[in-house]
């Protein structure tokens, strides 16, 4: 059977073009689209929802990642061109999806009786929120299958059709949540826009996979010896699984216990920008598992070695970039687009923004080792990263307020990319240049408090002052990014 060599840099460069489109979507309906949702929803019933959906991705912790072993397995079994494996791991891990989405839906169902007592909401509020509850339950069991046909895809490198499908189900979706509430549906505007999206992306790819599998003649079977493979690793899936859960959704659950539903809101908005913003730096490190994985199956180590550089560099400068600019606009940003009064000060505007940004590194050095099957190793770290991030924001946030979530975050992750970091250089041989990566971090720390003076003496009136301020930072940040490490990126061109 003849297939031409799969493209590992067409298909990350797809992926990313593809995960950016993507971006501009979500910056539609996280920026342009709230002060619309204001004009339907309260403050309060919205950190309800965003609370709701919070406990709906903890729960999704049943689905014990799989998902990014059976990448990493299909990946390169497709390296090597033996189909069969392809086609055994990506039905065995199916099997096993059907039995947790099944685990799920039963385990979110009982959970609901309990609901009135973990969100405290008003009794004349349960009936409606109980039923968005029951929504983005239906609509995370949807996503399980719908992320595994779009991850079969891109094993195989041809990521393309799931991203148009993305796109378009997503673009749909904006149309639809925009019909519903100026037809007075209201808060659950919002889950069912979220499940009728979701519903198209896992049809359309299903359809694909059927596709695929007549391209490359590919046959599976349920084999016992691999669904006990998977399930091997079930332990360590699922402490990759709970502490990415923890990390990204526990927060909401803790601000509404503790500090109540609209603070919650006002914690959601303050993050938005950077929350779009990791999302375009986390498109890079989906893109890069499957190509990357293919790379490290061939074996080619110095061509490792390479890569690995440029892609922990490129990704470093554009965070910065990332954070300058969130960190120096965004109070005036969102002074312009909702209301001041929901914003939170620029201390914690700052702790977010640095935090986030040490975040999306770790994420990085986290698909890599991946990789290399370092899979064990990766979810046990990064459930310790999850349980002492909570435990540290339950603890101080009682002393310190809400700005106790983000300073954890920051404090739990530099922490953690430091052992995550030290093990994926042993596994790549590289030798780290100790003195550049202080000077790294002082340029961190100067660019943080230069950014933080600009934006405490400097205050926008009118939306062009605000984009004058956002092309200013970045021009700047990028013409020191240049000048600071022109000698590096060159010999790493």
């Not at 297939?3 to 590992?8: L, N």
């Not at 019933?45 to 965003?50: A, C, I, K, L, S």
């Not at 000060?345 to 640095?354: D, H, P, Y």
Request: with cysteine.
């Amino acid at each position: 059977m003849n297939h031409t060599k799969p493209s590992r840099k067409k298909a990350f460069i797809t992926q990313a073009v593809g995960g950016y489109i993507l971006t501009v979507i979500a910056i539609v309906k996280g920026l342009f689209l709230l002060p619309l949702y204001f004009k339907f929803i309260s403050y309060g019933d919205y950190g309800y929802w965003v609370t709701i959906s919070s406990i709906v991705a903890l729960l999704s912790i049943i689905n014990f990642g799989i998902g990014t072993m059976a990448t990493q397995r299909i990946s390169q079994a497709y390296a090597r061109k033996d189909f069969q494996a392809v086609g055994d791991y990506f039905i065995n891990s199916v099997v096993i999806y059907v039995v947790i989405s099944i685990a799920f839906l039963c385990f979110g169902f009982v959970l609901s009786f309990w609901l009135e007592n973990i969100l405290k909401i008003p009794i004349e509020e349960l009936k409606v929120f109980k039923i968005a509850f029951y929504i983005a339950l239906s609509t995370t069991s949807l996503s399980f299958f719908s992320n595994s046909f779009r991850g079969f895809a891109g094993s195989l490198l041809k990521p393309l059709f799931g991203i148009y499908v993305m796109i378009a189900s997503n673009l749909f979706g904006i149309f639809l949540v925009i019909v519903l509430l100026y037809n007075d549906v209201g808060i659950l505007s919002l889950p069912i826009s979220l499940l009728a999206t979701e519903s198209i992306i896992m049809i359309l790819c299903g359809f694909y996979i059927f596709v695929l599998y007549k391209k490359f003649h590919i046959k599976s079977q349920i084999k016992l010896g691999v669904l006990q493979e998977y399930l091997k690793f079930t332990p360590h899936l699922f402490g990759l699984v709970v502490g990415n859960r923890l990390v990204e959704n526990i927060h909401p659950i803790i601000i509404t216990t503790f500090l109540g539903s609209e603070l919650t809101t006002a914690y959601d908005i303050t993050r938005k920008v950077i929350d779009i913003t990791l999302r375009a730096l986390n498109v890079l490190n989906a893109s890069l598992l499957a190509p990357f994985s293919h790379l490290v199956g061939e074996g080619n180590k110095e061509l490792i070695q390479k890569n690995t550089k440029k892609i922990i560099l490129y990704s470093f400068l554009i965070g910065i970039v990332g954070y300058g600019v969130y960190i120096s606009s965004n109070i005036m940003f969102i002074h312009f687009w909702i209301d001041n009064d929901i914003a939170l000060n620029q201390s914690i505007v700052t702790f977010i923004g640095l935090s986030a940004f040490v975040f999306s590194m770790n994420r990085l050095l986290r698909s890599l080792l991946l990789g290399f099957d370092e899979i064990k190793f990766v979810s046990n770290t990064v459930l310790l990263e999850g349980i002492f991030y909570t435990m540290f924001s339950v603890i101080l946030i009682g002393r310190l307020g809400i700005i106790a979530i983000p300073v954890s975050f920051l404090v739990v992750s530099i922490f953690f990319n430091i052992y995550i970091g030290k093990r994926l250089l042993e596994k790549v041989d590289i030798q780290i240049n100790r003195t550049y990566l202080i000077r790294l971090c002082m340029m961190i720390g100067l660019i943080s408090i230069s950014l933080y003076v600009m934006n405490t003496l400097f205050v926008g009136k009118s939306w062009f002052s605000f984009i004058f301020n956002v092309l200013l930072t970045s021009l700047v940040l990028i013409v020191l990014e240049v000048l600071f490490n022109y000698r590096y990126i060159k010999s790493h061109l």
